[in-house]
């Protein structure tokens, strides 16, 4: 797995909302996303619901907020 050191930024114009914790489970992705995962799927034989969450959880760390 290639491993960067390059750090995510997501820029928002508000002040974010407090994390919600009454967890529902769906969130919908591009096409072009949806083809990454199932390229993951074919080559690791993990479930794209543990790809996707590990891909999340770990790409939290790596991101920098910017408010405009």
């Known amino acids: 797995m290639a491993t960067t050191d390059r750090k995510i930024t997501l820029v928002v114009r508000t ?3 407090r994390a919600r914790y ?5 969130v919908k992705i591009t096409p072009d996303a949806e083809i990454a995962l199932r390229d993951l799927n074919a080559r690791t034989g993990l479930s794209m619901r543990q790809i996707a969450s ?6 939290a760390a790596c991101v920098d907020i910017v408010e405009m």
């Open 15 to 17: 002040k974010p909302r």
């Open 22 to 26: 009454d967890l529902i489970g769906t």
């Open 54 to 59: 590990s891909l999340i959880a770990q790409a």
